[in-house]
């Protein structure tokens, strides 16, 4: 069974630095691209930043570019978000995903939550 286990989120202040990691079991991680999403209280599910299975061609929201960094591991099956420059727009309960763009399956974890404030 799929299980995707988010963590490394917490309270930074603006400016600050946290790095998520998305621990992955169930399926064979590196044949499949993985992404971030977020969602805040009141907002839909954000697509933050995507990676392909061996690690090529990352792309980020334009809200994060420059500041957020995706990179993976295969050998340890984890995917890692690298923020910097947090905003407090950046407070939101992050969520990886199998796929690059969009989900291609169903599951979801619990997310780690991330809030920004001084």
């Known amino acids: 069974q799929v299980q995707l286990v988010e963590s490394g989120g917490g309270l930074a202040q603006p400016g600050g630095s946290l790095r998520l990691s998305c621990a992955a079991s169930?399926?064979?991680?590196?044949?499949?691209?993985m992404s971030w999403f977020r969602q805040a209280p009141g907002n839909g599910l954000e697509w933050v930043s995507g990676?392909?299975?061996?690690?090529?061609?990352?792309s980020y929201a334009d809200s994060v570019k420059g500041r957020f960094t995706i990179s993976r591991d295969n050998a340890k099956n984890t995917l890692y978000l690298q923020m910097n420059s947090l905003k407090p727009e950046d407070t939101a309960l992050y969520y990886c995903?199998?796929?690059?763009?969009?989900?291609?399956?169903?599951?979801w974890g619990q997310g780690t939550q991330v809030t920004v404030s001084s």
């Open positions: 995903a199998k796929g690059y763009l969009t989900p291609i399956d169903d599951y």
């Open positions: 169930g399926f064979t991680f590196s044949s499949y691209a």
């Open positions: 990676i392909y299975s061996d690690g090529g061609d990352p």
